[in-house]
């Protein structure tokens, strides 16, 4: 049984940074600011969740589990609010650095 | 955001539910379970939780007051379902895009007229809109429109996000009729 929650961890936690890894890519190859955020906010908030998900048979009790995935809602939240922030900051300044 | 403004919304869904009180114990509850959680309940922690938990409060209800949402919990389980599933597309549409060495972008400003009125629940649809594939809200637009940036504009992202509005809608409650 332990074997089988070690191997779910292993290849939910890869899938987790691959996508980490794409929204990387993105990150450096989309042209302005917008469109990286977009990589930034989809991609790492899925890739976060794998993590999330893979660690959950390995976390430390109930409370364990819990505080795992309450990182990840903090991290959804912070993520969805400070992206539009951000968004409406370079739209109104029209920059594209 | 004001609470006049809240109360002279026209046509709001008015269930039974808690008032003030009602809201700031749930709230409450919910601050000090987070801390459990947090702290992993060590009781020596637990005043300084309890403390902690009613400041909160305090500063939750003075920062978005009480107000009556209509929930529905089925359709609210239904949604988080739905919303869980277009968040792990959304990743996997901007990681095949972003890995694509064409880098097929279509990337444009949208304006999309919301029925949710300004406040709590628009926010709240803002937030799970910058989830979503390929769309990112960035501020308000003339009337009740959100300027929204789109990664790929060929797609059919205003009917998408119609619909996603319905379904918020029907979870959360509160449209604004169009008149």
Redesign the interface.
């Known amino acids: 049984m332990n074997l089988a929650f070690d191997i779910f961890t292993v290849s939910v936690v890869s899938a987790g940074a691959f996508f980490f890894l794409a929204g990387t890519v993105g990150l450096l190859r989309f042209p302005d600011s917008l469109t990286r955020l977009h990589a930034l906010t989809k991609v790492d908030n899925l890739g976060l969740g794998l993590v999330v998900v893979g660690l959950l048979p390995q976390a430390n009790g109930l409370f364990g589990a819990l505080k795992l995935v309450s990182i990840w809602l903090l991290v959804q939240l912070s993520g969805a609010i400070v992206t539009q922030l951000i968004a409406g900051a370079v739209r109104q300044r029209g920059s594209d650095g | 955001m004001n609470s006049s403004e809240e109360q002279s919304r026209p046509a709001e869904p008015r269930v039974n539910g808690p008032g003030t009180l009602g809201s700031a114990i749930s709230r409450a509850a919910g601050f000090f379970g ?1 801390w ?3 702290t ?2 060590d009781a020596d922690d637990l005043a300084a939780g309890l403390f902690a938990a009613v400041a909160a409060t305090w500063a939750s209800l003075r920062l978005m007051p009480a107000q009556q949402w209509s929930l529905r919990p089925i359709k609210l389980a239904e949604f988080a379902l739905h919303f869980l599933r277009q ?2 597309a ?6 095949l ?3 694509d060495p064409r ?1 097929p ?1 279509r ?1 444009d ?1 949208v304006v999309y007229q919301t029925r949710l009125p300004p406040g709590t629940r628009r926010d709240t649809f ?3 809109m ?2 979503l ?2 769309t ?4 308000p637009a003339a009337g009740n429109g959100l ?1 929204i ?1 789109c ?1 790929d504009v060929t797609q059919p992202v205003v009917e998408q996000l119609a619909a996603e509005e319905a379904l918020c809608v029907q979870a959360l409650g509160g449209a604004q009729r169009n008149d």
């Open positions: 987070f459990l959680v947090l992993g309940a968040s792990i959304a990743g996997i549409d901007v990681a895009r972003a890995l880098l972008l990337p400003f803002c937030a799970i910058s989830l594939p390929g990112l809200p960035c501020g300027n940036h990664l």
